[in-house]
């Protein structure tokens, strides 16, 4: 968890900080170490109330830990405590963030797109649709009712209607649902989701493109969780066929502090067309006045912005270009076979039901069991269990129907059923994966001892 090189490093990068500020009259505010070691050590206790999210053995939610240079380097620019909202309070690190913005985008084949970090993908997916109220006023927002679900609350809030598009029992936006709201005529934008939260899946988004084509309806990918992957060599056909397609939607919404390496919080939003920056003009007699650029703010609806996450950002692309070849992607191809093999293990096995085949590193799956209620209870059980011996999951709610169309002999005794999630997205769970089933299938034959009636 803790390795001493990076402290040595962040030492003799804030001595080069230093450096740059030498010509000032000596300064030194007021410190009392001995005060604050007594309340960091009270910190690092609380902290210990954790799970391990770093550990290979942490499977659950979306958590993965930062890259050693993006903690070395968002610690090193807390010296200067930059704000990218204007350009005089992070003169650098705004710099820094407009280089990221353009790799971001040249990921996705974009060469100069509109954009910003943001504080995650809720504030980034609000822009996106905003801008696309703007755009489409009183015109409906659909998307899958596996997307997340801040796609409903940012519409109530900006005063959009929307509408959930079912999904089919593998995940997807339904595509003949979605052509029935199509018809209706009022639909301004459909949100494509590349990596649901859920499953992990992609939304079609080549046929959703075909069917929004040359008619003014927006296509906004809300790539949060899955577009880093647009990197992958390792995707399976229709996957790369979505990623493929990437470039011709109109807005696109990634997460760097979830595939991308990063602290919490660094969400990105992207607009493919630099002048629907317009629609954020606003005056500030305060703020703007130090410069002739632009000010990261004008395209922003957040004001002030931690410079932290561009500062920590850009020295992970310095370290590990967003490339397709390099280290980075690399690292995504091991999750991407992760979450293919874990699979194949637990279909295999004859004490789990794995539902779809991940697209990308999530994968879901069910205790074997004659019933759903009983499915539940082992699910609930088994996620207790392991964690005793320090195997962290998730659990996740379905419909029973979606549940039936992989295990179409289990008993329905109830509407709904609780499955184990994993989530695969760090590169070492590809060497972790027999030392997770055998923890999976230990708690598997307890679960059964406990529930074998008694000998007579």
Not at 27 to 44: G, I, L, N, P
Not at 339 to 367: C, H, N, Q, T
Not at 398 to 407: C, E, F, I, Q, W
């Amino acid at each position: 968890m803790i390795n001493p090189a990076e402290l040595d490093v962040l030492r003799t990068a804030l001595e080069k900080l230093q450096t740059g500020f030498a010509d000032l009259p000596r300064f030194e505010s007021t410190f009392d170490a001995d005060a604050v070691s007594e309340v960091m050590q009270q910190v690092a206790v609380r902290m210990q109330d954790n799970y391990p999210y770093y550990h290979p053995l942490y499977a659950g939610q979306m958590l993965k830990p930062p890259h050693p240079v993006a903690r070395i380097a968002y610690a090193l620019s807390l010296w200067i405590n930059p704000n990218n909202h204007a350009l005089d309070g992070g003169r650098a690190s705004s710099a820094l963030e407009k280089e990221c913005i353009t790799e971001l985008g040249n990921m996705f084949g974009w060469d100069a797109p509109l954009g910003h970090l943001t504080g995650g993908g809720t504030m980034a997916n609000l822009e996106a649709l905003w801008i696309a109220r703007r755009l489409q006023p009183g015109k409906r927002i659909v998307a899958s009712d596996q997307s997340h679900y801040t796609h409903k609350r940012i519409c109530e809030v900006l005063g959009i209607p929307f509408t959930a598009v079912r999904c089919t029992p593998a995940g997807h936006m339904d595509l003949s649902h979605l052509d029935e709201l199509l018809d209706h005529g009022d639909v301004g934008t459909v949100v494509a989701t590349i990596g649901t939260t859920g499953f992990g899946v992609l939304d079609p988004l080549p046929d959703i493109l075909e069917r929004t084509g040359q008619s003014g309806i927006r296509v906004h990918a809300d790539a949060a969780y899955g577009g880093y992957f647009m990197l992958a060599s390792k995707l399976d056909e229709n996957a790369r066929a979505v990623f493929d397609r990437m470039s011709d939607v109109d807005s696109i919404v990634i997460d760097p502090h979830k595939h991308g390496l990063q602290p919490y919080g660094c969400g990105c939003v992207l607009f493919r067309d630099p002048t629907e920056g317009r629609y954020y003009k606003h005056d500030s007699p305060f703020t703007y006045f130090s410069s002739d650029e632009l000010h990261l703010g004008e395209i922003s609806l957040e004001c002030s912005r931690p410079g932290a996450s561009a500062v920590a950002l850009w020295a992970t692309h310095r370290l590990l270009p967003p490339v397709k070849g390099g280290d980075f992607a690399r690292d995504l191809d091991c999750s991407l076979q992760a979450g293919r093999e874990f699979w194949s293990r637990l279909d295999a096995s004859p004490s789990f039901r794995p539902l779809m085949r991940p697209e990308l590193d999530i994968v879901v799956y069910a205790v074997d069991s004659p019933d759903t209620a009983t499915a539940s209870a082992r699910a609930r059980e088994l996620f207790q269990l392991a964690a005793k011996d320090n195997l962290h999951l998730a659990l996740i709610e379905l419909p029973t129907d979606m549940l039936r169309a992989y295990v179409p002999e289990i008993r329905a005794t109830t509407d709904t059923v609780t499955c184990l999630r994993s989530v695969l997205m760090k590169p070492e769970h590809e060497e972790w994966l027999e030392p997770i089933m055998s923890i999976l299938e230990s708690g598997v034959s307890r679960l059964t001892e406990s529930t074998a009636p008694a000998s007579r």
